[in-house]
């Protein structure tokens, strides 16, 4: 990044709830349906349909408002925003100006360059989808309406991030509140979770902002860290060159990793905003509130916090399990059966997920359930079997079903803890191996590492290795 100007970033993230129906409408809001399929007079714009507000919409948005520490309005107002797309039938789209729902919220997100910040939000409001454009050959285009009238939270940022590691920080603050609040599935690459990036930059020191230019329409968090970058390098260049950065809407090529412009950038008055004569002012009192803040779940940092605090996890696999909440949900109800809280976080980041991503599925679908996993910690524990053989009665878990104990039994896995049974194999190794004795006696103890292997091979796995670790020092230092 070039020392001579400050980055300024601001962002728009467009959150779509997971409503079974549309924001003004009855119609489905499922995804993958055949074109125009789920479309009524009120979702296609036909003269005298009246929109109705969805209640569900309105609490999503208040849950997302005290997720992220904003103000509820107790009067808000929807308002026309006025453009023509061929893709918007009503020649406008319902959504919120002058009074949003929620606003001066904010998020703290930490980075390893800058520690810890606040980012403030500015808004949050609610407003309806536009449909898509399908471009079937390069002569012609149609219209899907399925996605007109689908409901979207707008949240609003500050421009108070400073590098593209910064804008992915809050972006990863915000999209697991999102998802663990059920209000949208986070999927990026149906863009049900997709961002527009205001990027401008300044000279050090400057307090008055540059000329931002935004990038729209971002669906990865890949991506949209090198649209910024990307951004940032071409606005310093144009400046350097002795040009002027115009305010402008960029689209992002992934195939190129560049920026290209679309158009101007429109302001406010652009888009006539008024307030739409259709729909009354939406009254939040301060009860319904309450309700809403009585349903929250416990949030990912809150998570992150009690893992730490309370079971003594460190802060990478805190964050790692509370990332997802299927995944935190499946650890707390292994620790509930296995109250060795870090053996089960080593179990759930290693071995499960491992499984997990390997078979391409989710944790919903994870065949190994949170009871049979504590089997398997429980006969580790008790020295039924060792770490290493556990992880082949996971996998003959996954595969079957069955219990640890079944497989156990049947696979004849149990541990050999006889400790005369490993002397005489501990004796067997030594004599079949003098000159590592000796290398060993003479000092060189990383050797002990070999000697584990070969009685650990000639017993198949099944020694106990603490057992063996012990008789093989007590032999080797006669």
Not at 201 to 213: I, K
Not at 414 to 429: L, N, R
């Amino acid at each position: 990044m070039d020392s001579r100007y400050e980055v300024v970033i601001g962002l728009e993230v467009h959150v779509q709830l997971t409503t079974k129906s549309k924001i003004f409408c009855g119609c489905s809001t499922a995804f993958g349906q055949a074109p125009n399929s789920q479309t009524c007079p009120v979702c296609l714009g036909l003269p005298g349909a009246l929109p109705v507000l969805n209640r569900q919409v309105v609490e999503d948005a208040i849950k997302t408002g005290l997720a992220t520490n904003c103000r509820i309005a107790p009067r808000s107002i929807f308002a026309r925003k006025n453009y023509f797309y061929p893709d918007l039938p009503k020649g406008y789209q319902i959504s919120q100006f002058e009074l949003p729902i929620c606003e001066h919220g904010w998020l703290e997100i930490e980075t390893e360059e800058h520690g810890q910040k606040k980012v403030g939000i500015t808004r949050i409001h609610m407003e309806e989808d536009a449909g898509k454009l399908l471009h079937a050959d390069g002569n012609s285009s149609s219209v899907d309406l399925n996605r007109a009238c689908t409901p979207l939270l707008e949240v609003v940022s500050e421009p108070d991030m400073r590098s593209a590691d910064e804008a992915i920080a809050y972006l990863k603050q915000l999209h697991p509140i999102v998802v663990y609040l059920g209000v949208c599935d986070g999927n990026l690459e149906e863009g049900s979770f997709r961002c527009d990036a205001n990027v401008s930059v300044r000279p050090w020191g400057q307090q008055e902002f540059g000329t931002r230019a935004e990038v729209k329409n971002l669906n990865s968090f890949r991506f949209i860290k090198q649209a910024i970058e990307y951004e940032v390098e071409r606005q310093i260049e144009v400046i350097d060159d002795g040009g002027r950065v115009v305010q402008e809407t960029r689209l992002f090529d992934a195939d190129s990793g560049v920026t290209r412009s679309m158009r101007g950038k429109e302001e406010a008055h652009d888009y006539r905003y008024f307030p739409d004569p259709d729909l009354v002012p939406l009254v939040v009192s301060d009860a319904w509130v309450e309700r809403v803040r009585g349903t929250l779940p416990e949030l990912p940092a809150a998570k992150r916090q009690r893992y730490q605090g309370e079971l003594g996890l460190a802060a990478y696999d805190a964050g790692v399990i509370s990332a997802e909440r299927p995944v935190a949900e499946y650890f707390e109800a292994l620790v509930a059966l296995h109250n060795h809280p870090k053996t089960c976080a080593n179990w759930v980041m290693g071995e499960l997920l491992r499984a997990l991503n390997e078979n391409g599925i989710g944790i919903a679908d994870c065949p190994v359930t949170p009871k049979l996993l504590a089997g398997v910690l429980q006969r580790i524990e008790d020295n039924t079997i060792s770490g290493k053989i556990a992880k082949t009665v996971f996998e003959e878990i996954w595969q079957t079903g069955k219990t640890a104990d079944q497989v156990i039994e049947e696979k004849g896995l149990k541990q050999m803890t006889d400790t005369g049974a490993i002397e005489v194999i501990v004796a067997e190794v030594i004599a079949a191996n003098p000159g590592q004795v000796a290398e060993y006696q003479a000092g060189k103890e990383k050797l002990m590492g070999f000697f584990v292997g070969q009685v650990m091979k000639a017993s198949k796995g099944k020694a106990n290795p603490g057992l063996v670790n012990q008789l093989l020092k007590k032999k080797l230092s006669e």
